[in-house]
């Protein structure tokens, strides 16, 4: 008891309010803090979240990639290269919607990074007719591509089927052989 009425006469002392509009303003303050707090963050960003593993994608076609331009939240983020399929998840300020480089996410973007183009007609695989420069430069974005982030996928034309019909996929060969042979 002697405990409580010293904190309340040292409450009025410093503050200069009664004990109930004292603890009054404070919980007002708390509750207004965890509105503002409430408006950016969520519970969830306190918490430590562990990191993604890349999901092995396997052989897909072009058509398919678009799939994973970020229109779908639980989608990653596939750019390919050279027909190399690299998950650009990380760079989402880049790569997701609204992003920057957002034009390139869900496609083989080799042609636009070789000529440095955001035209649509150079978000293409197709890389023929570049200059030596311009496959230089494509050659720069891949080996910053390979060492930035994990390869996923390869594109392939509509029609590589097995025999039986099946597709061939990648996480059947060794994805990381493939990468080695790369670099
Ligand atoms: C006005 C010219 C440009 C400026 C000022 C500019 C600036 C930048 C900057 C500051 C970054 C971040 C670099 C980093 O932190 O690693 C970046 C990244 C990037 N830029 Fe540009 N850029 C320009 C033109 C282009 C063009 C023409 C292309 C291709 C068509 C391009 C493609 C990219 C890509 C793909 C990335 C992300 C690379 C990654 O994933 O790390 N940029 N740019």
């Known amino acids: 008891m002697g405990i409580y009425s010293t904190v309340m006469d040292a409450v009025t ?4 309010l009664s004990p109930t509009a004292f603890f009054t303003i404070l919980a007002m303050m708390v509750v207004v803090y965890k509105i503002v707090c409430g408006m950016f963050l969520g519970p969830e960003d306190f918490r430590q979240k562990p990191p993604k593993e890349p999901v092995q994608l396997g052989d897909v076609t072009e058509e398919e990639l678009r799939a994973y ?4 939240p639980s989608k990653p983020l596939l750019i390919a290269i050279k027909g190399q399929i690299y998950d650009v998840s990380s760079s989402k300020m880049f790569y997701g919607r609204g992003g920057p480089y957002s034009m390139f996410t869900g496609r083989d973007a080799s042609r636009a990074l070789a000529m440095l183009s955001f035209k649509p007609e150079d978000l293409t695989g197709n890389i023929e007719g570049l200059s030596a420069e311009e496959l230089a430069v494509l050659e720069d974005w891949e080996y910053k591509f390979m060492d930035k982030y994990p390869i996923v996928g390869r594109v392939v034309p509509a029609a590589n089927t097995t025999t039986n019909g099946d597709k061939v996929h990648l996480q059947d060969q060794d994805v990381n052989g493939l990468q080695k042979q790369q670099i």
């Open 13 to 16: 002392e410093v503050t200069g």
């Open 69 to 72: 331009d970020g229109s779908d």
